[in-house]
């Protein structure tokens, strides 16, 4: 699940991390009361989006007087962004950060996710902040320091010297960094993250460091441990569908094909969409129900399946394990009924029970087309998807 920039600082600040003073307004009244209650003069105001790269898509404006700040607001609540992370739909800012502006002497980064080959969540420093981090990974990779966090969750002494010697830090800047590091570590584990960053933590004109701004991510099969954390969930910042399969607990995430996909495990869903594309086709979704679907998550996917103007078939490939055939036979052939399903429905079956399962799509009287393996199965959904077209 991801968050907005406004979110992962209040999460900083819980523990400890300096971040410089913030304000969020979603409307024109909301922005006028605060530059009159704090007095602002100048300030940064940046939409909240779930992206990055906001600053070359419009989306950060520098205010130098009260006037332009009540402007800059107005003309950033509502708008647009449409980046490469943001896909060609674009998201909205229903809401803006205002943060008076502070004079920068230098640029840091500092994040921690996981590497999936080291096995391990890992701190990622460089004395290059402001930037893609990927992008100084490519160009600059000797001013990237990776250093996988130990077992006990806690940096030895030499790992934190060799942190700050590595980023510059002199003085008090290596106290109040070997802080801010020791304190993203521990705000990741406790929120299980999958990625915390500070982009940039910046030097002041003072000498200090300051989280200036930040994102977190967090693992959404760790959120049932969370319900403070489960709030901070914006569904205005994704599609409808992604939305509704997100209440459903289906893992969804909408394509620009033509044929739907429904299937239970995502290594399946992949391979499932792998073979449509190597058969001509193009896939409409990636949709996993779930090693125990229910009726009523089957006939959410096919409601979100169906809702896409774009989809001439749907495929669904099961595999019964968890959820035997039979059963899950059961809650295609009802929610398929219920739903009036009217483009081709193709629907590859095996594992426990697949007999059964096969017998009572074959009685239902729907017009399903029941094929013996998945090549067959992706064959008949690009052949019928294209026949309707």
Not at 42 to 53: D, N, T
Not at 105 to 112: N, Q, T
Not at 293 to 301: F, H, I, M, R, T
Not at 372 to 381: R, S, V, W
Request: proline share 3%; charged share 20%.
């Amino acid at each position: 699940m991801n968050t907005h920039e406004f979110q992962a600082k209040q999460i900083l600040r819980k523990y400890g991390i300096p971040v410089p003073d913030f304000y969020i307004a979603s409307s024109s009244k909301e922005v006028e009361e605060i530059i009159k209650q704090y007095q602002l003069q100048s300030a940064i105001i940046k939409v909240q989006v779930h992206a990055g790269g906001r600053g070359k898509a419009g989306g950060v404006k520098l205010a130098t007087n009260p006037q332009e700040i009540l402007e800059f607001s107005q003309e950033l609540i509502g708008k647009k962004i449409i980046n490469e992370q943001t896909g060609p739909s674009g998201m909205i800012s229903h809401q803006v950060l205002i943060s008076p502006a502070i004079l920068i002497k230098k640029e840091f980064y500092l994040g921690i996710t996981i590497n999936r080959e080291l096995a391990s969540r890992v701190l990622i420093a460089s004395p290059i902040g402001g930037i893609n981090i990927e992008k100084i990974a490519h160009e600059q990779p000797n001013q990237l320091l990776m250093l996988p966090i130990p077992l006990e969750e806690t940096f030895r002494s030499y790992h934190l010297i060799r942190v700050a010697s590595f980023m510059g830090w002199k003085g008090k800047q290596i106290q109040e960094g070997v802080a801010i590091i020791q304190s993203l570590v521990k705000a990741f584990k406790e929120t299980d993250a999958s990625l915390l960053e500070i982009n940039p933590l910046v030097e002041t004109k003072e000498g200090h460091l300051l989280a200036l701004d930040a994102k977190l991510s967090i693992d959404d099969n760790a959120l049932f441990k969370h319900e403070d954390l489960k709030t901070l969930f914006d569904p205005s910042q994704m599609s409808n569908n992604e939305a509704r399969a997100q209440q459903f607990e289906l893992a969804y995430v909408a394509l620009e094909g033509e044929i739907g996909c429904m299937v239970n495990g995502a290594g399946l869903a992949m391979a499932t969409m792998d073979l449509i594309q190597y058969h001509g086709g193009r896939p409409a979704n990636f949709l996993d129900v779930g090693g125990g679907a229910s009726q009523d998550k089957v006939a959410e996917g096919f409601r979100i399946i169906l809702s896409d103007s774009n989809v001439k078939a749907i495929l669904i490939n099961i595999f019964g394990g968890i959820m035997n055939c039979e059963t899950l036979a059961s809650g295609i052939i009802e929610a398929a009924k219920g739903l009036e399903i009217h483009i081709p429905l193709i629907v590859r079956m095996e594992g426990t029970n697949v007999e059964k399962g096969k017998q009572l799509l074959q009685q239902s009287g729907l017009k399903i087309l029941i094929t013996e393996n998945l090549t067959e199965a992706a064959q008949q959904a690009v052949q019928l998807a294209q026949s309707v077209r």
